[in-house]
């Protein structure tokens, strides 16, 4: 078992930047691939970005792509996603979510998942 939490959201004008940490305890996070989600009202959740357990790896959505850096400090038991450039397109509810598989991009392949922390950019 992993229990995740998300932290580090918050508002932010367009153009501002951001940092996410996902903590976790229970499990090594080093045995996940880590991924974000976002979510807004109404809308299916939605890849964001994802890491291989060793951080070797990274997969982006095409609408974050060098905007969004996931990285992870597995001694921590964390993953964080660095977000510049941010838009009023990017407000949402992030989750991030553990994985035994390699760099998967669909919810149904992840198993663990955090709660969630708002992320709301204003233009």
């Known amino acids: 078992q992993v229990q995740l939490v998300e932290s580090g959201g918050g508002s932010v004008q367009a153009g501002g930047s951001l940092r996410l940490s996902c903590a976790a305890s229970?499990?090594?996070?080093?045995?996940?691939?880590v991924g974000w989600f976002r979510q807004t009202p109404g809308k299916e959740r939605e890849f964001v970005a994802t890491?291989?357990?060793?951080?070797?790896?990274?997969r982006y959505a095409d609408s974050v792509k060098g905007r969004f850096t996931i990285s992870r400090d597995n001694p921590k038991n964390t993953v964080y996603l660095q977000m510049v450039s941010l838009e009023p397109e990017d407000s949402a509810v992030y989750y991030c979510?553990?994985?035994?598989?390699?760099?998967?991009?669909?919810?149904?392949?992840?198993?663990?998942w955090g709660q969630g922390t708002q992320v709301t950019v204003s233009s």
């Open positions: 979510a553990a994985s035994g598989l390699l760099l998967p991009t669909v919810v149904s392949a992840y198993n663990y």
């Open positions: 229970g499990r090594s996070t080093s045995n996940y691939a």
């Open positions: 890491i291989e357990r060793l951080g070797g790896s990274t």
